[in-house]
C-alpha cells in the first residue's frame, strides 16, 4: 500500500514526466538532435484549434511511446516562431504531423487520432520492411492487419523494387517479407519470388506485365473490398484512380434501410470482386457532411453515390436501387459511359462549390442571430469581398492547407481541396 502522501508525490512525479515525454523544439533542432535519432514533430500554431485539440492526444503518445519502450522521440514545435525549422521540414498546414529518420522526413496524412498516429509511429520507426521468420508470426501479423503487402523468396531485382515502393508507401501500410515456408501450405505461388497482398481472406499476386509498376499496384491494391471509407481514406484513395462506391448512412443509430444499403454493397463487393475490383472500391460512410459538399445539396439518407476522385466527379443511381441487380447496373453503367458524370473540378464547378460553401458557413449564422447576420455579412460588399478572397484563395496552385483561411468553412472543403491539389501536382 502506497502512503498517502507518496501518491500525492507520485502524481506530481507522473504528471511533470508525462509533460516531459514531448519536448519543445526550436529552431537549433536539426544541429542538437543525435543523428541517428528517430523523431514524431508536430507542428503547431498558436491559433489553430485543430492543434489545441491534438495537445492531449500529443502528450498521450508521448508518454505512451516511452513506457511501451519505443525508439521513436516525441516532439513539438510552435511554426510560428521557428520559423527555419518549420520550412525544414516543408510545414504547410497545421497541425502537422512528420517523422524524420536518418534524415529522411515522413508526412502523416491520416486522422488525428491516438490510434492513427501511433501506428505511423510504429510503422515509420520500425524496419521498413519487416521479416515474417516462421507461419506464427505470419498468422500474428494476419490477425493484427486487415491488408498484409509480402514479398516471398530471396534477395532479386524484384525484392529492391518491392523495397524502393517501402520507401515512399510507408507512410500508409505495413511491408513484409517471408520465405515460402512461413507461409500457409494452402498459399500456393506459380513461381518465386512473388509480391503478395492478402486481404479479405484471400490473396493477390502481382504480375509485372499485367499489373504494371509495382508501387502503383500497391497503392492500388491496399485497400480492403468493403471498408468503412471516411475522408481521409478517401483522400488516400484518390492516388489508386478507382471509382470508390458508397452507402451514405447516419452516423449513430442506422435505421433498417440504411443496414439493407450496407449489406447490399457489401454483397456486391464479395460476390462480384473478380468482375469489379478492378475499378471500383466499395464501402460505407457515416455522416453525409463531405458527400453533401461534394453534391451542393442536403442528400437524403441513407443514399447511394459512387465518386471519381480524379476530377470531383460523382455519379448518383438513376433510380432507386433495392437489388444487388440494381447496383450492378448502375456500375455497369458507370463502366459503360450510359451514366453521365456529374460535378467535376472544371471552373464553373469550383465557384459554385465556394458560393455553396459560404453559404453554408452563413445561414447557421443567418438563421441563429439574424441581427448579427446582417451586421457582419449583410452589405453585398462583404460577400463579394468574400468571395473575391476565397477564389483566390482556393486556387489549386497555390498550396494554401493552412486552417487560418479555412477554418470559416465547411470541413469537408479541406479534404476536397487537398485530393485537388495532389492530381494537379
Ligand atoms: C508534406 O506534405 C506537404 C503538403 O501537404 C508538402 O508540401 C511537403 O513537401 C511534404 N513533406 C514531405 C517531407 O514530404
Ligand atoms: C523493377 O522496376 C523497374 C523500373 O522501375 C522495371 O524496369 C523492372 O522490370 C522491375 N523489375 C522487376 C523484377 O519487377
Ligand atoms: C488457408 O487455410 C486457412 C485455415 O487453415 C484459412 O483460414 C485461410 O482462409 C485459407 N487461405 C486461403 C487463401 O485459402
Ligand atoms: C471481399 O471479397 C472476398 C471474396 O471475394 C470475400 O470473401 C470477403 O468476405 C470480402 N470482404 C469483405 C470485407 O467484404
Ligand atoms: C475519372 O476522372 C478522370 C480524370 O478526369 C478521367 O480520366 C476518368 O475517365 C474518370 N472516370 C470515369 C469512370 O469517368
Redesign the pocket.
Known amino acids: 500500500m502506497l502512503h498517502r502522501r507518496n501518491v500525492g508525490l507520485l502524481s506530481v512525479l507522473l504528471f511533470a514526466s508525462a509533460s516531459a515525454f514531448v519536448e519543445e523544439l526550436d529552431n537549433s533542432f536539426m544541429k542538437t538532435k543525435a543523428k541517428d535519432e528517430i523523431w514524431l514533430i508536430t507542428f503547431y500554431a498558436p491559433w489553430c484549434t485543430m492543434c489545441k485539440h491534438l495537445d492531449p492526444v500529443w502528450h498521450q503518445i508521448g508518454s505512451e511511446l516511452k513506457s511501451l519502450g519505443s525508439p521513436v522521440n516525441v516532439g513539438q514545435s510552435d511554426a510560428t516562431v521557428n520559423n527555419d525549422l518549420s520550412k525544414e521540414f516543408r510545414v504547410r498546414n497545421y497541425p502537422a504531423i512528420l517523422m524524420l529518420k536518418k534524415g529522411v522526413k515522413y508526412n502523416y496524412s491520416g486522422p488525428r487520432t491516438k490510434e492513427g498516429i501511433l501506428d505511423f509511429a510504429d510503422r515509420i520507426g520500425g524496419p521498413l520492411v519487416r521479416s515474417l521468420y516462421s507461419l506464427q508470426l505470419f498468422q500474428h501479423a494476419m490477425s493484427r492487419h486487415n491488408i498484409l503487402i509480402v514479398y516471398v523468396g530471396a534477395t532479386s531485382q524484384l525484392k529492391e523494387n518491392f523495397t524502393s515502393a517501402a520507401e515512399e508507401l510507408i507512410v500508409h501500410t505495413y511491408f513484409f517479407s517471408c520465405s515460402r515456408d512461413a507461409l500457409?501450405k494452402?498459399?500456393s505461388l506459380p513461381s518465386l519470388p512473388a509480391v503478395v497482398i492478402f486481404k479479405d481472406?484471400?490473396?493477390v499476386i502481382y504480375n509485372e506485365e499485367r499489373d504494371g509498376d509495382l508501387k502503383m499496384w500497391v497503392n492500388r491494391e491496399r485497400f480492403p473490398n468493403y471498408s468503412k471509407i471516411d475522408s481521409y481514406t478517401l483522400y488516400a484513395m484518390g492516388e489508386s484512380g478507382k471509382l470508390v462506391v458508397l452507402a451514405v448512412v447516419q452516423e449513430k443509430i442506422l435505421c433498417e434501410q440504411s443496414l439493407r444499403y450496407k449489406a447490399l454493397v457489401e454483397r456486391v463487393a464479395a460476390d462480384h470482386r473478380e468482375a469489379y475490383n478492378r475499378n471500383f472500391y466499395f464501402g460505407f460512410m457515416e455522416g453525409s457532411d463531405y458527400i453533401n459538399g461534394l453534391v451542393m445539396s442536403e442528400v437524403t439518407m441513407p443514399t447511394f453515390i459512387m465518386l471519381n476522385l480524379s476530377n470531383d466527379g460523382y455519379f448518383l443511381p438513376p433510380g432507386a436501387l433495392e437489388t444487388e441487380q440494381h447496383l450492378l447496373d448502375f456500375l455497369d453503367g458507370v463502366l459503360d459511359g450510359s451514366i453521365q458524370c456529374q460535378g467535376g473540378n472544371g471552373v464553373g464547378q469550383r465557384v459554385r462549390r465556394i458560393i455553396y460553401d459560404v453559404k453554408v458557413t452563413l445561414t447557421p449564422i443567418f438563421s441563429q442571430a439574424p441581427l448579427l447576420g446582417c451586421a457582419l455579412f449583410g452589405l453585398p460588399l462583404t460577400i463579394i469581398a468574400t468571395l473575391c478572397y476565397l477564389c483566390c484563395r482556393v486556387q489549386p496552385t497555390v498550396n494554401d492547407d493552412d486552417d487560418q483561411g479555412i477554418a470559416l468553412l465547411a470541413p469537408s472543403l479541406q479534404h476536397r481541396k487537398k485530393i485537388r491539389n495532389k492530381k494537379s501536382d
Open positions: 500457409p494452402n498459399v481472406g484471400t490473396f
